[in-house]
C-alpha cells in the first residue's frame, strides 16, 4: 500500500504560510565560506625509499566552498511580519522580539510532520534557505520522521519540480556527512535526537574528527546558520535554559522552528490549531470512551495512593479508601500522615491494625508504607492494596477491546478500512517472556488474549468475519508485540536514558516504522499490538480505532498521550484519508467512570495547551473581518478587540480574568447582546466567537430564582389564624412494641430483601465532545454489567457488625440472620450483606416504633408562631412555581411535583375554598423517622358560615402498596399527631388526598353528618 498525501488542505497550507511570512521581503541568497581539511601524514607506502616525511605536508591540502542561508531582513521587518502574522491568525500579539524562537502549534494527528517539512521546500522555493536541522527528543521520532521523508519524497519532488534534496539521519560514526551537510548546494535536512547534541563532554558533534577535515562538526553546522526544526521541544529544551536549549543555540541558527501539540514555553506564536479546532473541524477522530468501574467490591482493606505533597515541612498524603458513610460504603480521596490508623480514618473494622508509615516525596520516587498484620509494602502512586483480582479486571477489558474491534471491522470492513487495536501494558513480561533457553513463552495478556478472541470467533454475530479462517493459526498471527529489543533478539522494558537502551529502542522501531503501510493492508493479520512504552510518542497509525490502557493512567497526565495515538483519520487500501465521525471514532477502554475521564482530559488539555476553556481573551475578537469603504477586507486588530473586551466585562458578562457568567449565556440565548453601535457590522462574527467560548450547557440560572412574599390580606385574616391555631402545637411522642413481632417482621423482610449481587464491573459507554467551553461527556448506548469472581475475601465479624449497626442483641439477630434462610449472601459479598440486613432490621424497627406510637401535645408556649411566615424566607425557581395566587398565605406556590401543581391550581379555582397554605419546610412534625412535613392546611367553606379545617397529604396513589414503607410510617405519625392536637370544637383533621374533588367530596360528609346532627359540630 502507498500513503496519498492531500496537497491543498486549507489548514496545513495557513500554518506554511504563517511560518514563511516571517521572511516576507527576504531576497533569494545564501552565504558562501571555506571548508578546509588538513592533509593527514602520508603513509609510507606512499614515499620513494628513503625519503623522509616533511613538515609542509601537513599545510592546507585543500578546501571546499561550504553554502549558507542568510538572512537580510532587519529586526523591525521580521518583528513586522510576525505582528501581521498574528493578527490575521488572531493569536496574542508578541510585545517584542526577544528571540529567533517560533511556535507552531497543531493538535496530534493533524499533519505535523507534513507541515514542517513542506515548510522546508516552500523556504528554499521562496528565499533560498538550504540547510536545515530537525531535532527531535526519542529514537522513536526520529524514525517516524526519516520514514516520513522517504514515503513523502515522490510527493516533494512532483510539487517543487523535482528539486534535488538529501536528508540523513545524524550518526557519530559517519560524520562525513555532516561534511556535506556544509558542502552540498542541494537541500540539505539533518535529522538528530536531543540526546546526541546536548552533552559536550561526550558527544563527538562537539569534537576535532578527521572525518570532517579536522574541523569540530558543530563549527561546520554554525557556519551554515541552519533553519533549527524543533519536534516536539518542551520534550527537547529541558526548560529555557537546559542542555537540549543551549544545544539548539549552539548551531547558530537563522530561526527556530517549533512544532507541537503541547508547548510549555511558546515563543512567538505564529500558527495554532489546537485540541479544540481540531475536534470542531473534524480533522481528528472522534472520542469514545467505554469505561468500567467496579462497584460493591468493599470486601477488602482497600488502600490506593492518589498523591503525596510537602508542605512547608508538613508532609501527608491522598489516599483512596473505602469509607463509611450514612449511604453506605464509599470510595473516597481521603488525606493521611505517618502513624495514621486507617480504621479510624475509613470507620470501618475490616481495616484493623492498617496503618500508615514512611511517606516519601522525593521526585520519581514517591512511595507510602502500608503497614498491616503480617506485614507491610510500599505504595507508589497509582498502586493499590486490596484491590479486586487485577487479572479478572484486565480480562474483561480485553474482551471488551476485541467486542468494539470486531463491531467495527464489521461495519468499515466493505469500505476497505482495516482496524487496528491497540493496548498498553505495565510490563513486557506479562505479554511475552523468555524460559532458561531464551525461548518465547506467552504471558498471561497473550494467554487471555487468545481465549477470548477464540470465544469471540464463535459468536454468531461475527461469523461473517471468520469465514474460511483457521482459528488455530489466526488467533497467533492477529497480535503481536511492539517493544524494545535487546541484541539477543528479546523483548525489554526500556527508557532511552543511555546509549545502551537507545540502541534498544533503535532495533525495535525500526521494526514499526517499516511496517507503517504494511499494518494497513489486508494482507496482514496482524490486528491487535500490545506496547510498553515503545508507542508513546513518535508512533501514530491512522487505522487505530481502539485503545486499551491495561496499566493504570489514573495519575499519570497521559490520557491526551494515550488518545494522540489514534486521532488521525483512517486510510483506506488505497490510501487515501477517510473523512467524518462516521467512520472515524476512536475508543478508549479505560478504568475509571467517564465524568472523570472527560474532566481529567479537561484538565491535561488546560495544563498541556494553556487553553482556557470558558475564557475570553483580550485578543478573542482581533481576527475578525471588518469591511472598509474601499471594499477591502482587514482584521479588528488588537486594540478594537480590546475595546470590545472591556464592554463584555462593564456589562457583567465576564469577570477581571474574562471567565464567562451566565448573563452572557442568558443574552446569546435569547439573542439580547447589547454591544457598542461601532461593531454591529460584525455583530454575528462576535457572537458567533462568544458562543463557542460560553458553550452550550443548560444551567439553572439563578437570576430565575425568586423570593416568595406573604400575601398580607390572607396572612392577616381572622380565618387564617383560625386554621393556624388549630394545627400550631408541637407534640411529643412515645412508643412501645412487640419484641417477638419485631424478629419475625425483619425475618419476612429480609427473605424479600433483593439479591445479593456479586462484587461487578459496569461497563458505560460516552462519547467525549471537546468545545471551546470544555470537554463535556455523554452517556450513550452500550452499558453492560459483568460479574467479577472474588475467591480471597476475608469474612467479618457478621453479628459484631451487625450489633453495632442495629442495636439488637446478637441471640435477636442470630434468630433473624438464621430464620431469613439467606446467609449463603454473606459469603457471596460480606459488605452488601451487611449493609442490606442493617438496613431492613432498621426499617423494621422504625415501622415497629410507629406502630406503637403515642403523641402527645406539649404546652402552649410550644407552637409554631404565625410570625414564622415572615421572618423565613421562602424562595423558589420559577419554573416550580404557580404565579400570583389569590387564596394562598404566599403570593406564589412552590410545588415539588405536578401533583401539588395541579391541587394548588385546583383549590384556586374552587369557590369551596376559603384559603390555603403551601405548608414551608419549618412546619415539622417529630416521628422516629425523621422529621415530616405535611404539604397543606386548607379551609373549607360550606355556602353558608360553617368551616372545616384540614392539614392534606397529596398523592399520587391512595393504595398503601403503592407507598414507600418509610412514607406511609411518616403519613401514619402524621395522622395520630393531628389526633393528639384534635381537642376542643371543629378540630383540624388530617387527610391523604388525590385531588380537591376528593378532598372537597369529604368536606360534603362531614357537612352533612352536621346536619344529621341539627348543626351540632
Not at 422 to 430: C, N, P, Q, T, W
Amino acid at each position: 500500500m502507498k500513503l496519498h498525501f492531500e496537497p491543498n488542505l486549507d489548514y496545513q497550507l495557513q500554518a506554511i504560510e504563517a511560518v514563511c511570512d516571517l521572511f516576507r521581503g527576504q531576497e533569494v541568497c545564501r552565504t558562501e565560506f571555506t571548508v578546509t581539511m588538513k592533509a593527514p601524514p602520508p603513509a609510507a607506502e606512499d614515499m620513494f625509499p628513503g625519503t623522509k616525511p616533511e613538515q609542509l605536508t601537513l599545510g592546507v591540502a585543500e578546501s571546499d566552498l561550504g553554502v549558507g542561508n542568510r538572512l537580510t531582513l532587519l529586526d523591525d521587518e521580521l518583528h513586522q511580519n510576525l505582528a501581521d502574522i498574528q493578527l490575521r491568525g488572531g493569536l496574542p500579539p508578541s510585545g517584542a522580539l526577544v528571540s529567533g524562537d517560533f511556535t507552531v502549534e497543531m493538535e496530534t494527528g493533524t499533519g505535523k510532520t507534513y507541515v514542517y517539512l513542506r515548510s522546508i521546500f516552500e523556504m528554499n522555493k521562496r528565499y533560498g534557505f538550504s540547510k536545515f536541522v530537525i531535532v527531535v527528543p526519542s529514537v522513536a521520532i526520529k524514525e517516524g520522521v526519516y520514514k516520513t521523508l522517504q514515503i513523502t519524497e515522490e510527493h516533494f519532488k512532483g510539487l517543487y519540480a523535482g528539486v534535488p534534496f538529501d536528508y540523513f539521519l545524524y550518526d557519530s560514526s559517519k560524520l562525513g556527512q555532516v561534511r556535506n551537510f556544509a558542502t552540498s548546494s542541494n537541500i540539505q535536512i539533518m535529522v538528530v535526537t536531543v540526546g546526541a547534541i546536548n552533552k559536550k563532554d561526550v558527544n563527538n558533534l562537539y569534537k576535532d574528527s578527521e572525518k570532517t577535515g579536522g574541523e569540530k562538526p558543530i563549527d561546520l553546522i554554525k557556519a551554515t546558520r541552519p533553519v533549527v526544526i524543533v519536534d516536539e521541544p518542551q520534550s527537547v529544551d529541558g526548560g529555557l535554559t537546559g542542555a537540549g536549549k543551549t544545544a539548539l543555540d549552539a548551531m547558530n541558527p537563522l530561526c527556530t522552528l517549533r512544532y507541537s501539540a503541547t508547548h510549555v514555553d511558546k515563543h512567538h506564536m505564529v500558527f495554532r490549531l489546537d485540541a479544540v479546532d481540531a475536534y470542531e473541524r473534524r480533522l481528528v477522530k472522534q472520542i469514545e470512551v467505554a469505561s468500567a468501574t467496579v462497584e460493591d467490591a468493599h470486601n477488602k482493606p482497600f488502600v490506593r495512593l492518589v498523591s503525596v505533597a510537602n508542605r512547608r515541612g508538613t508532609i501527608s498524603a491522598r489516599v483512596e479508601l473505602d469509607v463509611a458513610t450514612a449511604s453506605g460504603v464509599k470510595r473516597q480521596e481521603v488525606t493521611v500522615s505517618d502513624g495514621d490508623d486507617l480504621e479510624q480514618v475509613a470507620k470501618r473494622a475490616i481495616y484493623a491494625d492498617f496503618r500508615v508509615g514512611e511517606i516519601s516525596t522525593a521526585k520519581d520516587e514517591a512511595f507510602l508504607e502500608l503497614r498491616y498484620p503480617g506485614g507491610e509494602t510500599f505504595l507508589s502512586v497509582g498502586q493499590a492494596h486490596g484491590d479486586v483480582d487485577a487479572l479478572a479486571v484486565q480480562r474483561e477489558m480485553i474482551r471488551r477491546t476485541i467486542k468494539e474491534h470486531l463491531d467495527k471491522e464489521k461495519r468499515l470492513r466493505p469500505l476497505g478500512i482495516k482496524v487496528l487495536s491497540l493496548f498498553f501494558i505495565d510490563e513486557v513480561a506479562r505479554y511475552r517472556s523468555y524460559d532458561a533457553d531464551g525461548n518465547p513463552v506467552k504471558g498471561p495478556y497473550a494467554r487471555i488474549f487468545e481465549e477470548e478472541y477464540r470465544r469471540a470467533a464463535k459468536l454468531p454475530t461475527y461469523q461473517s468475519l471468520f469465514e474460511e479462517i483457521d482459528l488455530t493459526s489466526a488467533t497467533e498471527e492477529v497480535h503481536n508485540g511492539y517493544f524494545s529489543i535487546d541484541k539477543k533478539g528479546g523483548w525489554t522494558d526500556t527508557s532511552e536514558n543511555n546509549a545502551a537502551n537507545r540502541e534498544n529502542a533503535e532495533r525495535a522501531y525500526n521494526l514499526i516504522m517499516k511496517e507503517k503501510e504494511k499494518l494497513l493492508s489486508f494482507d496482514t493479520p496482524l490486528k491487535f499490538i500490545f506496547s510498553h512504552s515503545a508507542l508513546k510518542e513518535g508512533w501514530d497509525n491512522p487505522n487505530v480505532f481502539q485503545i486499551c490502557t491495561l496499566r493504570d493512567i489514573q495519575t499519570e497526565r497521559e490520557r491526551r498521550q494515550t488518545i494522540g495515538r489514534g486521532l488521525r483519520l483512517a486510510v483506506n487500501q488505497n490510501g487515501e484519508r477517510v473523512r467524518g465521525f462516521e467512520v472515524n471514532t476512536l475508543t478508549v477502554i479505560a478504568t475509571e467512570n467517564y465524568e472523570q475521564f472527560a474532566e481529567n482530559l479537561q484538565k491535561e488539555i488546560e495544563a498541556d495547551t494553556g487553553i482556557r476553556f470558558g475564557i475570553v481573551e483580550q485578543h478573542q475578537f482581533a481576527a475578525i473581518a471588518v469591511t472598509g469603504a474601499d471594499g477591502q477586507t482587514v482584521p479588528l486588530g488588537i486594540d478594537q478587540s480590546k475595546v470590545l473586551w472591556e464592554h463584555l466585562k462593564a456589562a457583567g458578562h465576564i469577570d477581571a480574568k474574562g471567565k464567562v457568567q451566565d448573563s452572557l449565556k442568558t443574552a446569546l440565548k435569547d439573542g439580547t447582546l447589547a454591544l457598542p453601535a461601532e461593531f454591529d457590522a460584525q455583530r454575528s462574527q462576535i457572537a458567533e466567537v462568544l458562543r463557542k467560548v460560553s458553550g452550550r450547557l443548560e444551567i439553572k440560572n439563578a437570576d430565575e430564582r425568586k423570593q416568595v412574599a406573604v400575601r398580607k390580606g390572607v396572612y392577616l385574616s381572622p380565618e387564617f389564624k383560625e386554621l393556624w391555631d388549630r394545627i400550631k402545637h408541637k407534640t411529643t411522642y412515645r412508643v412501645q412494641f412487640d419484641n417477638d413481632k419485631l424478629i419475625q417482621n425483619c425475618i419476612d423482610s429480609l427473605r424479600q430483601a433483593p439479591a445479593i449481587p456479586k462484587a461487578r464491573l459496569q461497563w458505560r459507554k460516552a462519547d467525549i465532545a471537546i468545545g471551546k467551553a470544555g470537554v463535556e461527556a455523554t452517556e450513550k448506548a452500550g452499558a453492560a454489567t459483568v460479574v467479577l469472581d472474588e475467591t480471597d475475601i476475608e469474612l467479618p465479624d457478621l453479628l459484631t457488625d451487625l450489633q453495632d449497626r442495629t442495636q439488637l442483641t446478637r441471640r435477636s439477630i442470630a434468630t433473624i440472620l438464621s430464620g431469613s434462610g439467606r446467609l449463603d449472601d454473606f459469603k457471596r459479598n460480606p459488605q452488601q450483606f451487611i449493609e442490606l440486613t442493617a438496613e431492613t432490621i432498621n426499617r423494621c424497627k422504625r415501622l415497629a416504633l410507629v406502630d406503637g406510637i403515642k403523641y402527645q401535645k406539649l404546652g402552649d408556649q410550644h407552637v409554631y408562631a404565625q410570625e414564622l411566615f415572615e421572618q423565613e424566607e421562602l424562595t423558589g425557581y420559577l419554573k416550580n412555581m404557580l404565579m400570583d395566587t389569590g387564596k394562598s398565605i404566599y403570593e406564589h406556590v412552590v410545588y415539588d411535583s405536578t401533583t401539588e401543581r395541579d391541587f394548588a391550581d385546583a383549590l384556586e379555582k374552587n369557590n369551596a375554598i376559603k384559603l390555603y397554605a403551601k405548608l414551608p419546610g419549618w412546619f415539622k412534625v417529630p416521628t422516629p423517622l425523621g422529621t415530616y412535613n405535611p404539604d397543606w392546611a386548607v379551609l373549607v367553606e360550606d355556602g353558608g358560615a360553617q368551616r372545616l379545617y384540614f392539614v392534606v397529604e397529596t398523592k399520587g396513589s391512595l393504595f398503601t402498596d403503592d407507598l414507600r414503607n418509610k412514607e406511609r410510617a411518616k403519613i401514619a405519625c402524621g395522622e395520630a399527631h393531628f389526633e393528639a392536637l384534635a381537642v376542643g370544637e371543629n378540630p383540624a383533621r388530617y387527610v391523604v388526598e388525590r385531588s380537591v374533588i376528593d378532598l372537597l367530596a369529604e368536606s360534603a360528609a362531614i357537612f352533612r353528618s352536621y346536619e344529621n346532627l341539627g348543626g351540632d359540630r
